[in-house]
């Protein structure tokens, strides 16, 4: 009963690097999202994805590249990162809509020297 | 167009007082409503969740809140603090067809003192 599962956890790198975040579940939903945590922000939607193949812009997408090749994966890209992108990302998912529940992962916090 | 407000950005209580926490709506449609909670290094979890059912909602815990469309708020509270209860609190709106939309408040961090 593993669920939603990120990684990696914690992770420190430079500017212009580039990363990947990894986001996997387990309960087959159709629905990802992939959220940024900052002080003072709430929580904004970077990416979403409703199927495989199938994603779309949140409201914060700028320098974030995703992919869905399987249900089950989402990974979140940052091609080339900058100091800005520091911050706590989560993925979450949800069976589909109306949107009843979203189950998050535990985070994955990214600094950005 | 939608958005929340929480209220409070902090909110203490001693162990064992009531807990009221804050949110207002604004929604153009009848939406679906949410609290979350996060505790420290944590993933959000669903607290409850208001559908156009009953106005009053019970969550887990011991939490419950009240849609009041009237005055556009969705209000948490519980009886009596836990000293678990320490954590962040945030309400969320959904419209119905939209996964895009959904709008989470600031959060409110709640602390609660022994």
């Known amino acids: 009963d593993a669920g939603i599962t990120q990684s990696p956890r914690y992770k420190i790198t430079e500017t212009g690097r580039q990363v990947t975040l990894m986001c996997h579940q387990t309960w087959s939903h159709s629905y990802m999202f992939w959220y940024r945590q900052d002080l003072g922000h709430g929580l904004r939607l970077i990416y979403y994805s409703a199927a495989a193949d199938i994603t779309d812009k949140g409201e914060v997408p700028d320098g974030y590249v995703v992919s869905r090749s399987k249900t089950e994966n989402f990974p979140l890209t940052l091609e080339s990162a900058t100091r800005s992108q520091t911050s706590v990302y989560f993925c979450?998912?949800?069976?589909?809509?109306?949107?009843?529940?979203?189950?998050f992962g535990e985070g994955s916090r990214l600094t950005v020297l | 167009a939608q958005s929340v407000t929480q209220l409070d950005s902090h909110v203490s209580v001693s162990e064992g007082t009531p807990v009221l926490l804050r949110c207002n709506y604004s929604s153009s449609y009848s939406p679906s409503l949410f609290w979350y909670v996060q505790h420290p290094n944590k993933g959000l979890q669903l607290l409850l969740k208001?559908?156009?059912?009953?106005?009053l909602v019970k969550g887990i815990n011991g939490f419950e809140a009240e849609f009041k469309k009237s005055e556009t708020s969705f209000h948490l509270t519980k009886p009596s603090a836990h000293m678990s209860d320490a954590a962040e609190y945030f309400c969320?709106?959904?419209?119905?067809?939209?996964?895009?939309?959904?709008?989470f408040g600031s959060g409110t961090q709640l602390t609660v003192l022994p």
């Open positions: 208001y559908t156009s059912a009953a106005t």
């Open positions: 979450a998912s949800s069976q589909g809509l109306p949107l009843r529940e979203l189950f």
């Open positions: 969320v709106v959904a419209p119905s067809g939209s996964a895009r939309q959904l709008t």
